[in-house]
């Protein structure tokens, strides 16, 4: 027979190992969420990081073609510049050479010689001079300059490739995954509270349904149905009001004798 003592922690212990057991399913889908995100989460670092190095090496590509352009435009300019030069050069001599023939028809007609038309072909001959050490500097400046712009492109170029590499300098690295969730033990929890149910259903039954007696002389007599009797001894040997007697649980008449002793 079960003692009322005992229900109520039972019926908690029942409940406490129910509740633990869906605090644990909480936690587990609590954590496999985390998972999920965390999982996705690299995912979407990873395409990005990926995008990020093909517009890298797009941007890089893209800078060297601009790099280069700029270096083909410069040395065209000089090019130029240099066949400009040759030409104004050619032509140049082409008149100093024109400028001395008439120069020396004017002498002779004029009957001029010696020392004047000397210094009038000298003359002729510096102003040309002149015109390509002035046509040399101009060249030398702009291969100056050529070579200040190339400088300035490439320090440009430095730059473009270094700010466009600092957006994929750091690869990405996946956080650390979060520890696992403490679960809590329902089979314990269980089996402590059904022991203390047990217990307090114990401490909460009858003396008289204990299922046993004790005796003197140290020894109990558990009770026995069917109608057999029961009572109370001591060292084996009954006593009662007048000297012996005996008492029944099974619906017998207790005699009680008086003054009677048959030994």
């Given at each position: 027979?079960?003692?009322?003592?005992?229900i109520?922690?039972?019926?908690?212990?029942?409940?406490n190992?129910?509740?633990?057991?869906?605090?644990?399913?909480?936690?587990?889908?609590?954590?496999?969420?985390?998972?999920?995100?965390?999982?996705?989460?690299?995912?979407?670092?990873?395409?990005?990081?990926?995008?990020?190095?093909?517009?890298?090496?797009?941007?890089?590509?893209?800078?060297?073609?601009?790099?280069?352009?700029?270096?083909?435009?410069?040395?065209?300019?000089?090019?130029?510049?240099?066949?400009?030069?040759?030409?104004?050069?050619?032509s140049?001599?082409?008149?100093?050479?024109k400028?001395?023939?008439?120069?020396?028809?004017?002498?002779?007609?004029?009957?001029?010689?010696?020392?004047?038309?000397?210094?009038?072909?000298?003359?002729?001959?510096?102003?040309?001079?002149?015109?390509?050490?002035?046509?040399?500097?101009?060249?030398?400046?702009?291969?100056?300059?050529?070579?200040?712009?190339?400088?300035?492109?490439?320090?440009?170029?430095?730059?473009d490739?270094?700010?466009?590499?600092?957006?994929?300098?750091?690869?990405?690295?996946?956080?650390?995954?979060?520890?696992?969730?403490?679960?809590?033990?329902p089979?314990?929890?269980?089996?402590?509270?059904?022991?203390?149910?047990?217990?307090?259903?114990?401490?909460?039954?009858?003396?008289?349904?204990?299922?046993?007696?004790?005796?003197?002389?140290?020894?109990?007599?558990?009770?026995?149905?069917?109608?057999m009797?029961?009572?109370?001894?001591?060292?084996?040997?009954p006593?009662?009001?007048?000297?012996?007697?005996?008492?029944?649980?099974?619906?017998?008449?207790?005699?009680?004798?008086?003054?009677?002793?048959?030994?």
């Amino acid at each position: 027979m079960c003692s009322p003592a005992a229900i109520g922690p039972a019926v908690g212990a029942i409940g406490n190992a129910a509740g633990i057991s869906a605090e644990n399913d909480a936690k587990r889908k609590a954590y496999a969420h985390k998972l999920k995100v965390r999982e996705r989460k690299w995912m979407q670092q990873t395409v990005t990081y990926k995008t990020k190095k093909v517009q890298f090496e797009q941007q890089v590509d893209l800078a060297n073609i601009a790099a280069q352009r700029s270096y083909s435009e410069i040395n065209k300019k000089i090019y130029d510049a240099r066949s400009l030069a040759i030409l104004q050069n050619q032509s140049d001599f082409m008149k100093m050479i024109k400028n001395q023939g008439d120069i020396m028809a004017r002498a002779a007609e004029r009957g001029v010689s010696g020392k004047s038309l000397a210094k009038m072909l000298v003359t002729n001959q510096g102003s040309l001079g002149m015109q390509q050490a002035m046509r040399a500097r101009g060249l030398s400046m702009a291969m100056q300059r050529a070579k200040s712009g190339k400088e300035d492109i490439r320090t440009q170029l430095k730059s473009d490739i270094n700010r466009s590499y600092s957006r994929v300098a750091l690869t990405p690295v996946q956080d650390i995954a979060p520890l696992p969730p403490t679960l809590g033990n329902p089979g314990m929890a269980l089996m402590m509270g059904m022991a203390n149910a047990v217990s307090a259903g114990i401490g909460g039954m009858d003396s008289n349904t204990m299922g046993n007696y004790s005796v003197s002389g140290g020894a109990s007599v558990p009770n026995v149905s069917g109608g057999m009797m029961t009572g109370t001894y001591g060292s084996g040997i009954p006593t009662g009001a007048a000297g012996y007697g005996f008492s029944s649980n099974a619906g017998f008449v207790s005699p009680h004798l008086s003054g009677v002793n048959p030994y």
